[in-house]
């Protein structure tokens, strides 16, 4: 049960970064493709960006690693930037593509 509320924290700190070209935070914009926890809760994420090319990849990935790292009870946290596969509108919420009038 624990590992579910820890992901609940995981899930509502990635809502509170944002890609700084789409006002719209990375969760909601799909760009994270895997939470997993590890042992003595070790976090890894896997995720992309919606370019390859993104001029502030740097600053996204420190910002998830901050964040998370942040949420008590969280011992280490990796970040995997990955492009494969690469981000498509589709990967957004329904909310996110409606705020951002996709649909």
């Known amino acids: 049960m624990e590992e579910l509320s ?7 700190t990635l ?3 944002y890609d700084p070209e789409i006002p719209v935070n990375i969760f909601e914009l799909g ?3 895997e939470i997993k ?3 003595n809760n ?3 994420i896997t995720m992309t960006l919606t370019a390859p090319g ?12 901050q964040k998370v790292r942040a949420i008590e ?7 995997h930037l990955t492009f494969d596969p690469p981000w498509t509108k589709e990967m957004m919420s329904e909310e996110a ?3 951002l009038g996709f649909m």
């Open 6 to 12: 820890l992901r609940d924290q995981i899930e509502a």
């Open 97 to 99: 593509r409606l705020e």
């Open 73 to 79: 009870g969280v011992s280490d946290v990796d970040v």
């Open 54 to 65: 993104c001029p502030v990849a740097g600053d996204i990935i420190m910002e998830v690693d």
């Open 31 to 33: 760009l994270v493709y």
């Open 37 to 39: 926890i590890g042992e």
């Open 15 to 17: 809502r509170t970064v």
């Open 42 to 44: 070790r976090i890894g």
